[in-house]
């Protein structure tokens, strides 16, 4: 399996900008998550979908944040506009479908900077 | 609210000495308990996991649990440069979505 696979690597973009993030999941893990790791804050929890259903997006910082799980294999995240203080690394993380309390297999991250 | 707090650190320990980290978490519900390792650049990548209280041992590493006492550690044994990176630490509750602390940044040096 390719693990957690996210798109893209880094992402340099103006303020203002319209940014999105892509996550294609483990095949078979129905619970997926999307982080956000800075220094300040370390990794926070923005939200979370199960059978591609969002559940808790309590930890979406403002409206500006979306985010969408249109089928198993694949989701958004989309700051719109986006502002210098989302800078930081977004992480998506999904989990297996037997056992979600097994820990989480992260993917690689999204950094951006908003300039 | 919901706490996991960790020593920031960073814990400097000799190459071959054990380090240990220490973890503590205000949810006496607490089920599930994660230890992750992240180098610097990198996405956090599941190391340990223990659910019930005393010792599970994986190679050099020992995960510890006492939820009397809410605490939860991890001891690496016979350390290396290698092993040099920040431990997060993440505990899950009733709600089966583990919160995460800051993390513990651990230097090996040779």
């Known amino acids: 399996d390719a693990g957690v696979i996210q798109s893209p690597r880094h992402e340099v973009t103006e303020m203002g900008q319209e940014v999105t993030l892509r996550c294609k999941p483990i095949?078979?893990?129905?619970?997926l998550f999307w982080y956000r790791q800075t220094m300040m804050r370390g990794l926070e929890l923005l939200i979370y979908?199960?059978?591609?259903?969002?559940?808790?997006d309590s930890g979406m910082p403002e409206d500006r944040f979306s985010a969408k799980m249109p089928n198993a294999s694949f989701s958004t995240l989309k700051i719109q506009p986006s502002e210098p203080r989302d800078s930081a690394v977004y992480f998506c993380?999904?989990?297996?479908?037997?056992?979600?309390?097994?820990?989480?297999?992260f993917g690689s991250g999204t950094r951006l900077t908003v300039v | 609210q919901k706490e996991v707090e960790q020593n920031s650190g960073p814990l400097s320990v000799p190459e071959g000495a054990i380090a240990s980290l220490n973890c503590t978490y205000s949810?006496?519900?607490?089920?599930?308990f994660f230890w992750y390792r992240q180098y610097s650049g990198k996405s956090p990548e599941l190391i340990m996991s223990?659910?019930?209280?005393g010792d599970k041992e994986d190679g050099r590493f020992t995960a510890q649990l006492n939820k009397a006492s809410q605490y939860v550690s991890l001891l690496i044994r016979d350390s290396q440069p290698s092993d040099s990176a920040t431990y997060l630490c993440?505990?899950?509750?009733?709600?089966?979505?583990?919160?995460f602390g800051r993390g513990t940044s651990l230097i090996v040096h040779p």
């Open positions: 993380a999904s989990s297996s479908p037997n056992h979600p309390l097994y820990g989480y297999t």
């Open positions: 095949s078979g893990h129905d619970y």
């Open positions: 979908f199960n059978n591609n259903v969002p559940i808790d």
């Open positions: 949810d006496r519900g607490s089920q599930s």
């Open positions: 223990i659910y019930s209280n």
């Open positions: 993440a505990v899950n509750g009733g709600s089966y979505i583990p919160t």
